[in-house]
């Protein structure tokens, strides 16, 4: 019992089934008529926000096709920590290298997580490497922003697109979970974990599993663990910003995010706010401004450097006096 405890709520409750799984009914359909056929299933690839369910249905893919033998075959890389070259070349090649097939197993899979975040040139040997095996393996890559995928590989991948998971069908797992869990909840903190993941299943589930150690799952108790003081941080981090302080305002946002694992969208959401509510700034700029860079974010540009970038830019939002 102790070491079941001691478990992620995110993995101990991870669907096993595409029924399982929270929305996503395209994903799921189409998924469901491919997995009927494997032999002539392409590569895939999974792209949206964080947390929707992209590697769990990577997981589950693997599981249906290979079977009680799916963790022999099957190759998991992080791309975000092993994106250089050499792991391409090394690692996934190595695996894809000897078809040691037995009965009742159509290929080898390699999931790879967060492939955007890998080099071109990583990329442009992944490509070689997915026609070369194409016999023996099947790819399935993960990524926040597809746009960020040479095109040689997405054209040689059947696209999946997961979308952000709304109030209510969060809500109701989480609610599940303290229902199966025996654990005390309030209505009002399940709404509030939401409200601050906007959609992101992972990370509601890991806030509502550190509230629960705190005794009850309450307002009180979600706002102290998701660090409704984070928002404070932001303000601070802004205020640096704007008074000219560039150095000081962006070691709060490498804290931010390195250490407390703030996203580059709730930084974005919560420093806007800041911003439009203070009298002193221009906000039609600042909106201006704040637009832009959602736009770069969104395609994929590197997130420290441009909300560093943003930062450089708070101190022309003030008004002339």
Partial sequence: MAAEAEVMWFEKYRPRTLEELVDQEDVKVRLAAMLKHPQ???????AGPPGTGKTTVALIVARTLLGDSWR????????SDERGIDVVRERIKSFTRYADLKEGIPFKIVILDEADEMTSDAQTALRRIMEESSRVARFILTANYSSNIIEPIQSRCAVFRFVRLGEKDVVDFLRRICESEKCQYEEEALHLIYEYTQGD????????????????VTSD????VLGMGRRSAVKEMVQLAIGGDFQ????????????YGMSEEDLLKFAFEEVMSSKDLDHAEAAKLFA???YRLGQGSNPEIQLSALLAELPALRKAR
């Fill in 40 to 46: 002539e299933m392409p590569h895939l690839l999974f």
């Fill in 72 to 79: 022999d075959y099957t190759l998991e890389l992080n791309a």
């Fill in 201 to 216: 299943m992972r990370q509601a589930i890991n806030q509502l599993q550190m509230a629960a150690a705190l005794g009850r």
């Fill in 221 to 224: 108790s979600v706002r102290q």
């Fill in 248 to 259: 000081s305002a962006r070691k709060k946002l490498l804290e931010l995010m390195r250490i």
């Fill in 292 to 294: 832009e860079y959602d």
